[in-house]
């Protein structure tokens, strides 16, 4: 099989420091580990923690000169940031969620064209500050990222898609963080639907696009096979949430806490607690969930690991195989076992003899 190399639009890193909030002061640790886990195209998800503000910038000086540079092994195409502008925090450290927008247009500045890609964002935090800061990424063309966010109502998160009615939205990690409710929706109401009720306060929006962490840990099966089986495959995107390599009992500095990958490998929590950190699991891993477990038709699966999530992120020369892109792909046996990646034409992973 040879498939599009996997984009992965939510990545913390596999290591490269000994907290993990410095993780993408290494880029290089991860970008070459990457292709060997299928994954070709990534964001770099960055946090904004109020106790070490300091951290963003550190972590953006190392990442601003490599976007879209080739040679490193995956490509950093851009950042994610998830936050500061949000309600529940999940394990990520505590946030300032009340900078100015004069302050956020000012950082939005400092930044190349297009190298903030998407910013996860939540709608009950904005709604305190009328969406000026969500309503200032649309302007700076950054894909806002609904998620973070257990409280936000019906109306708070309808607030939030009308101030972008003619394109979509996007869902950071559906289920994980956000809340569901058969009277009161909430937004994993929302990224469970397809097509909004012909009702008058639903008229001329669009539904979000939304992504999914497919390790079988932040999400049961069953619940991943509900979203497919409800949304179109062309608006959902598979995420790793990366935060570690899958070293079972490794211990994680993070932001004056520790983190501890699963017995299992498969995913990372807070020490000592059940709250889910972000996962150890890879793409290929993901691919291999969905087309071996829950029945996904290979071009599909393919799909919602490439072409989707580039297009979520804006990303137009990869994620396919077509003439002008890049020339990112991997070559697959019958087993799904990765045989070679290939990033820009180059082969940077073959699989061990």
């Not at 950071?172 to 956000?178: D, E």
């Not at 994993?188 to 639907?193: D, M, P, S, Y």
């Amino acid at each position: 099989w040879v498939i599009p190399g996997f984009v992965d639009i939510h990545n913390h890193g596999l290591g490269g420091a000994d907290d993990a909030l410095y993780f993408w002061t290494n880029p290089g640790y991860s970008q070459q580990r990457l292709p060997s886990l299928g994954t070709t195209s990534f964001l770099a998800t960055v946090l904004w923690p109020r106790a070490q503000p300091e951290v963003m910038d550190i972590v953006l000086k190392e990442l601003l000169p490599r976007i879209q540079q080739t040679g490193h092994g995956a490509v950093l195409e851009g950042i994610h940031a998830e936050g500061p502008f949000i309600h529940d925090l999940g394990a990520m450290p505590v946030v300032d969620t009340d900078m100015s927008v004069e302050k956020f247009e000012s950082w939005l500045e400092s930044l190349p064209s297009r190298a903030l890609r998407v910013m996860t964002i939540s709608p009950h935090v904005e709604a305190k500050h009328n969406y000026e800061r969500l309503r200032t990424l649309l302007r700076w063309g950054v894909r806002p990222a609904l998620a973070h966010d257990r409280v936000a109502s019906e109306d708070e998160i309808l607030a939030a898609l009308r101030c972008a009615p003619t394109e979509r939205m996007h869902i950071t990690h559906l289920y994980n963080v956000c809340s569901f409710h058969h009277r009161s929706p909430g937004l994993v109401n929302f990224g469970l639907v397809e097509h909004f009720p012909n009702l008058p306060q639903y008229q001329g929006l669009l539904s979000p696009t939304v992504e999914l962490i497919g390790d079988f840990a932040h999400v049961h099966p069953m619940a991943l096979k509900t979203a497919l089986e409800a949304r179109s495959f062309s608006n959902v995107a598979f995420v790793s949430d990366s935060i570690s390599e899958p070293t079972p009992g490794k211990k994680i500095a993070y932001c004056g806490r520790q983190l501890e990958v699963s017995s299992d490998g498969k995913s990372v929590v807070l020490s000592g607690q059940d709250t889910l950190a972000g996962s150890c699991s890879s793409l290929l891993q993901t691919f291999r969930n969905l087309v071996c477990s829950l029945n996904v038709p290979v071009g599909q699966a393919s799909c919602m690991l490439s072409e989707i999530p580039a297009q979520i992120a804006g990303l137009h020369n990869v994620g396919r195989l077509d003439p002008g892109c890049r020339g990112d792909m991997l070559l697959l046996n019958k087993k799904w076992e990765l045989l070679h990646c290939i990033v820009a034409g180059k082969v940077v992973y073959s699989k061990p003899k």
